[in-house]
């Protein structure tokens, strides 16, 4: 006993001491502040508008006192030159974190949304790009040439100045030679209306603040599509020029690949070309950089002392120091955490509403919700190509798909899958979003089995099976397959279940990973999908309601046929022929009026085709911000177009004391 | 002895080799491979993957390959370089990713481990002497309940509790503002704080099956012939209990102990994911939904050899623990 007593103590030390030893490698990296201190381009003298002098954080302004950091006016752009962002409620305090959950560096959007900095972002509608890094462009009459002029005496995050330079370089030596992963976007391709010839955009350097982007053929909505495609159009040249294989040669290339941790020089390049956020070595335009290594448990990032936009009164923005991300092994840690106080500003989806209302008070913080762009909460897509010929047939009927709509009971629906937060209504677009259609809401939206038991008899399932399920017309087994990759819709699919059988169609529901989902998506193996469209504008992103490529459940193969210029796939016919018709006209299109117009047409025949259908209407976004965090909009939409939650422009983000 | 240890632990090779190799192979079962995973994963947060960017992408981590020659590259890193490969969920080598985690896993298992025995023995011991006293079926009752509750049920419960009672849920092993701070007496102290839940939680159920095995071993041997002539000769009743009775009923408990190597090491995983402890268990997890199969892999040959050398560690003590086995060996 005595021998198993101290064993069991020299355990424990033995312990302790490990958790000492491996542990020091979560420490910070110590904060290294520039000091170099780059030629900043003084051909403007620094104006102090007003008289007033610009203000910067404490923690700059002790750097600054102890000779490590520049004065502000050196830091800044030229006067003129300085972004202002316009506050939500008031002018903000400096200090604070921005404290978050967070899944880890799988999530690279996470963090890397909230403090985006696109050279032109969304205005507040939706329906147009501002000039964000860029101060401004100039386009002529027939939208070939683009000039677009920067903002003098930017810098990056580690001082050194930001220049047309930079994006000719990303340019040149980046997108166009593919070296970050991905191809050439299409936003730089223009396409000839007459023979559909894509060619690719010229870009040149006018002077260190201006350069230009000339398309052969007319490109209307290119600043809008960049702002989607490709977000930025820039890159710290004078970092990306030490890793390069282009300047520094394969062989070094892979050596500081390995300096970094990594294996293949190409994930590497993808990481730091790409993703270049998440890490602290690389300098940026953003609000916050990267501090920490991504793969700790906590991951942070520190105010950019070179910002370059300050408030109206020429306060330095971020008002917030850092952006604390802790990471989580499962989202109900997001909640309990969120109501203990832990994390000041978070975002749920509406599954959560309850449970956050509840305990509004409790937790000190308030919900604010952002409308999504989104048809609807719980629906179905049928997929028009799924491979069995009688199921394809049936779900190309447009009887078979009112029948399915109408034979299910809405209300029950909302009240229990949404907690009646959904309208019961049709798979729709959301009034106030672009596209919106009198009357679509309402379309098959009335409950009334009768009528559903009769079209389906009209279509000819009238034959049954033993245990009373319909069959095909031939006497072939009909059941109805719907593949999930997660159990959040299990109380949704429980009820559709049961309506679909009510109607004596069987239906099977199949769990999948996400990984088999995606693949079974490619092979064409998913008959029936849970998947929400949410499309802000189907001129600026068509994923969802064009068949371009493999990727909404809907029209499964037709993509493939699109995507391979019609080598494999199935060929679109009828409406979903048109829609691709539309596309391509709106892709040659001259002018702004003519693309809404044919988008129009796009949603037109979606609601005519409803090959989509919704059984609650969307739901909203749920924001948990801590009362103390304020300047939060109320009024934006949530769209991954819009960039989330950089659509509320955290940098202006304030925590009051 | 020396020759038995040794010819068992030349056994103990092919079947590590032959392990890893299943191993690697079920990994490979399930449909799908880490690029689409993470296309899967990447598509969700907005972003467009096309065919071609996984092709090159398989391409070059060399997914496209057949099983057996990525088996064969994996394994002869191992053999040759010591590298257990790449983990793309972390983008580091495996081993970076196993040490990372290692320290705070063995603090959260060697303390649950103590804990186990420090109750367990105990109680068990207490439990046999006085068999059918209140304080025997306390115990009972008390241990039935806690094999029988799922432990990931009693940490949201006492979770709830907490964050009831005093405001926080005491997720994760710190609190935030220690998270990346370095070691003092104030992080030390918030460890110990978040331990509570989380030791008595995986230990509970295995504290309660070792009281089970304890007092049935131990009613077993009180009244053993060499426990009655002992207490014939009038040695007193302490020393006879812990002498005689109390040694030979650790056995069975020393004779799994070898086996518990391997939860050492990767720590609770459910339990850990429900109370959001970075250890282990979790990561190991997540490899395996990821299908970040160089983690996985390495992690399970890991598990798997761990055990075998458990079981050898189990083999030895007992020979050290039980004369009877000493000798046994002694005679061959």
Redesign the interface.
């Known amino acids: ?1 005595k021998k ?1 007593r101290l064993l ?1 103590v020299a ?2 030390i ?3 001491i ?11 990296t110590v904060v290294k502040t520039p000091v170099e201190t780059k030629a900043v381009a003084t051909d403007t003298p620094v104006e102090t508008a007003g008289g007033t002098v610009s203000k910067e954080a404490p923690m700059l302004a002790t750097l600054v006192s102890e000779g490590k950091l520049p004065p502000l006016q050196d830091r800044m752009p030229a006067a003129s030159d300085i972004m202002i962002e316009e506050v939500v409620e008031e002018i903000g305090q400096f200090g604070g974190e921005w ?1 978050m959950p967070w899944t880890g ?6 963090v890397g949304m909230a403090t985006e900095e696109a050279l032109f972002r969304f205005n507040k509608e939706g329906n147009k790009v501002e000039p964000n890094v860029a101060k401004g462009f100039e386009v002529n009459a027939d939208s070939t040439v683009f000039t677009i002029h920067l903002r003098e005496g930017m810098k990056w995050s580690d001082g050194v100045p930001f220049t047309a330079d930079d994006v000719l370089f990303y340019w040149e030596h980046m997108l166009t030679k593919e070296t970050f ?3 050439i976007y299409d936003a730089y391709y223009s396409v000839d209306p007459v023979t559909g010839d894509k060619a690719l955009a010229e870009v040149k350097k006018v002077d260190d603040y201006t350069f230009t982007v000339t398309h052969k053929y007319p490109s209307v909505q290119f600043l809008e599509r960049v702002a989607i495609d490709n977000k930025w159009f820039f890159a710290p040249a004078h970092f990306q020029k030490t890793i390069l294989p282009e300047f520094v040669g394969d062989a070094k290339t892979l050596e500081i690949t390995k300096e970094w ?4 020089p ?2 590497f390049l993808v ?1 730091t070309g790409y993703y270049f956020w998440l890490y602290s070595k690389i300098p940026t335009l953003r609000a916050w950089v990267a501090k ?1 290594d991504p ?4 991951f ?1 990032m520190e105010r950019n002392p070179y910002y370059w936009k300050t408030d109206a009164e020429g306060n330095q923005l971020p008002y917030m120091d850092r952006i ?1 991300a ?5 989202p ?2 997001k909640v ?2 969120t ?4 994390y000041n500003l978070v975002t749920f989806t509406s599954t959560d509403f309850t449970v956050l209302k509840e305990n509004e008070a409790k937790g000190n913080f308030r919900v604010i919700p952002w409308t999504q762009p989104a048809w609807s909460s719980a629906g179905i897509q049928f997929n028009q190509t799924t491979p069995d010929p009688n199921l394809r047939k049936l779900f190309q009927d447009i009887r078979f798909r009112e029948a399915v709509s109408i034979g299910v009971d809405r209300n029950e629906i909302t009240e229990i899958v949404t907690n009646g937060i959904a309208e019961p209504i049709q798979a729709s677009v959301p009034e106030g979003v672009i596209g919106y259609q009198e009357g679509w809401a309402q379309k098959w939206a009335e409950f009334d089995p009768t009528r559903a038991n009769e079209l389906l008899d009209e279509i000819g399932l009238t034959k049954r099976d033993k245990d009373n399920f319909r069959t095909f017309a031939d006497g072939k087994n009909l059941t109805l397959t719907i593949v999930e ?1 997660s159990t959040d819709n299990a109380a949704f699919l429980e009820l559709l279940t049961k309506y679909y059988e009510d109607l004596g169609l069987r239906t099977v529901v199949k769990v ?9 998506k ?1 092979a064409n193996e998913i008959p029936m999908h849970t998947e929400n469209i949410s499309v802000a504008n189907v001129a600026f992103r068509p ?1 969802a309601l064009v068949p371009l ?3 909404t459940p809907w029209f499964g193969h037709y993509g493939l046929f699109t ?1 391979s210029g019609g080598a494999e796939g199935v060929k679109p016919e009828g409406d979903v022929a048109a829609i691709l018709d539309l596309w391509n006209q709106i892709k040659a299109s001259k002018d702004a009026s003519e693309i809404d117009r044919l988008s129009n047409e796009i949603y037109k025949l979606h609601m005519k085709n409803q090959w989509v259908i919704g059984y609650a209407g969307p739901t909203p976004m749920l924001l948990a911000a801590s009362n103390s965090m304020r300047n939060i909009p109320t009024d934006r939409v949530w769209a ?1 177009e819009y960039r989330t939650i950089g659509n509320g422009h955290p940098a202006q983000f304030f925590i009051k004391q | 002895m020396l020759q038995y240890s040794i010819k068992r632990i030349l056994m103990a090779i092919p079947v590590v080799i032959f392990i890893s190799f299943i191993v690697f192979y079920i990994i490979q079962l ?5 690029v ?6 990447m ?6 993957m ?4 996984m092709d ?2 398989r391409a ?2 060399g997914l496209d390959r057949p099983v057996y020659e990525q088996y064969a590259m994996w394994a002869k890193k191992i053999v040759l370089h010591g590298d257990f490969g ?1 983990s793309f ?5 495996v081993l ?2 196993v ?2 985690y ?3 896993t ?2 959260v ?3 649950t ?2 804990f186990q ?2 109750v367990a023995i105990p109680i068990g011991i207490y439990t046999a002497v006085k068999q059918y006293s209140a304080g025997d079926y306390i115990f009972s009752g008390i241990s039935f309940l806690g094999m029988a509750t799922p432990n990931f049920l009693l940490a949201i419960i006492l ?1 709830f509790l907490s ?1 009831t009672w005093f ?3 005491l ?2 092993l ?1 609190s ?1 503002e220690f ?5 003092s007496i104030d992080k030390m102290i918030d ?1 110990a704080k978040h331990m509570v839940i989380p030791v008595i939680v995986i230990g509970l159920a295995s504290t309660a099956d070792l009281i089970r095995v304890m007092r049935g071993q131990m009613l077993d041997e009180l009244n053993k012939p060499n426990v009655v002539t002992a207490r014939a000769k009038g040695l007193s009743e302490i020393r006879i209990l ?1 002498k005689y009775p ?1 040694r030979a009923a ?1 056995n069975p408990i020393v004779s799994t102990f070898g086996w518990s190597l391997s939860s050492i090491f990767t720590g609770a995983t459910i339990t ?3 109370l ?3 250890i282990q268990g ?1 990561v190991m997890y997540n490899a395996l ?3 970040d199969m160089f983690l996985a892999g390495s992690w399970l040959l890991f598990m798997a050899l761990l055990t075998v050398l458990g079981t050898l560690i189990s083999d030895i003590l007992l020979a050290w623990l039980d004369p009877k086995i000493r000798t046994e060996f002694r005679g061959n």
Not at chain 1, 295 to 298: I, L, P, V
Not at chain 1, 339 to 342: T, Y
């Open positions: 006993m198993t069991m355990l424990l033995v312990s302790v490990a958790a000492g030893c491996s542990n020091n490698n979560a420490e910070p404290k560096p799988g999530d690279k959007w996470g992963g991905k191809k941790g990594y294996e293949d190409k994930a990481e920490t793969n700790s448990d906590q942070v604390v802790t990471k989580i092994q499962d109900s840690q309990l955490g109501l203990a106080g832990d990759q999948v990973e996400p990984g088999a989902n995606f693949d079974m490619y994923d490529r493999i990727i995507q991954d | 399930p449909p799908g491979d880490y689409s995973s993470y296309s899967a994963q598509t969700a947060t907005g972003e467009v096309t065919q071609a960017d090159q992408m070059n981590l790449f969920n972390y983008n580091k080598p970076d990713v040490k990372q290692m320290g705070l063995l603090v298992s060697l303390v481990m103590v025995y420090a979770m964050y405001g926080d849920p997720l994760g710190f935030n998270v990346n701070a370095s070691w460890l812990f109390t650790l850990a994911i429900v959001n402890l970075p979790p939904l990821g299908q």
